[in-house]
């Protein structure tokens, strides 16, 4: 018997970085494990390789943005255990310069689509008075950031609305929690150039960027038993940058 054998996750934008790790995680521990990208194809060929490592592993296309589309792809699903909003991106730039579009990209996709993904499994974690959500925030939504005031603002409000969760549900045996990765290695972090990467390293007392899996570690204990009666918080991973 595996902790997570008989639940269904979805792991939102688990094609690749900290959301493919996450579902590797899950897989390992007994899951069946749905993920999604914005390209059939692309969510299609991770899922195989997942599943290539052991488990089963479905990926299907979903743009998080589209509320329409939550609504439709979740139903097809099915049930949903436990839900990582992990789906997530940034469109940098000092706020005087930052563009409206740019602005309501990165809301849509970060915050909108949390609250979207979160209202379409609730129904179903209500019946069988079990669910576990855990949204991927940022260690920039507790301390601001230079050039990310929609990322910011989104990862922030995800705070807020993961609390709100935690206390709306809390009595149907749903859990709902943040995990704020500081910077970790990922294409999204892989285009800082060097010297914002050194200036990064310095405030880190473990002196290295986290590994994806560092993060689908604190997920894994989350999402299961263990953490029965751990909701509305926000659990950072970040190697001591904030403390
Ligand atoms: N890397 C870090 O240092 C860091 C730090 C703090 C927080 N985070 C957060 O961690 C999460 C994962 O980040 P990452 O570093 O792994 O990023 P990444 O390597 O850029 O991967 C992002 C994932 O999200 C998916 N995605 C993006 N927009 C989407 C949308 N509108 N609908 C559905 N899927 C979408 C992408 O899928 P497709 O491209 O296939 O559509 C991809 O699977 C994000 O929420 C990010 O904000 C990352």
């Known amino acids: 018997m595996k902790p997570f054998d008989g639940k269904t996750a979805l792991v939102t934008g688990g094609t690749r970085g900290i959301g493919n790790a996450i579902a590797r995680r899950l897989l390992d521990l007994g899951a069946d494990v749905v993920i999604t990208g914005r390209d059939r194809a692309g969510a299609e060929k991770a899922a195989a390789e997942l ?75 209500m019946k069988k008075r079990w669910g576990r959500i855990v949204n991927i925030g940022s260690i920039v ?56 990467r050194a200036g990064l390293m310095a405030q880190i007392p473990m002196e290295r960027f986290g590994s994806p899996e560092d993060v689908a570690a604190a997920v894994a204990f989350l999402a299961g038993d263990d953490a029965a009666y751990v909701t509305g918080q926000v659990i950072h991973v970040n190697g001591g940058m904030r403390m």
């Open 51 to 125: 599943a290539r490592g052991g488990g089963n592993c479905r990926g299907v296309a979903l743009d998080v943005a589209d509320f329409g589309q939550v609504e439709a792809v979740i139903k097809a699903i099915g049930a949903v255990d436990i839900l990582v909003n992990n789906a997530g991106m940034t469109k940098d730039d000092v706020l005087m310069r930052l563009k409206e579009d740019d602005w309501d990209a990165v809301l849509d996709a970060n915050l909108k689509g949390t609250f979207a993904c979160s209202r379409a499994v609730i129904r179903g974690m």
């Open 141 to 196: 939504g507790s301390m601001g950031n230079i050039g990310q005031a929609n990322y910011v603002a989104a990862k922030a409000g995800m705070e807020g609305l993961t609390k709100t969760l935690a206390r709306e549900y809390a009595s149907r045996g749903i859990t709902a929690n943040v995990v704020a990765p500081g910077f970790i290695e990922t294409d999204m972090t892989r285009s800082l150039d060097d010297a914002v």
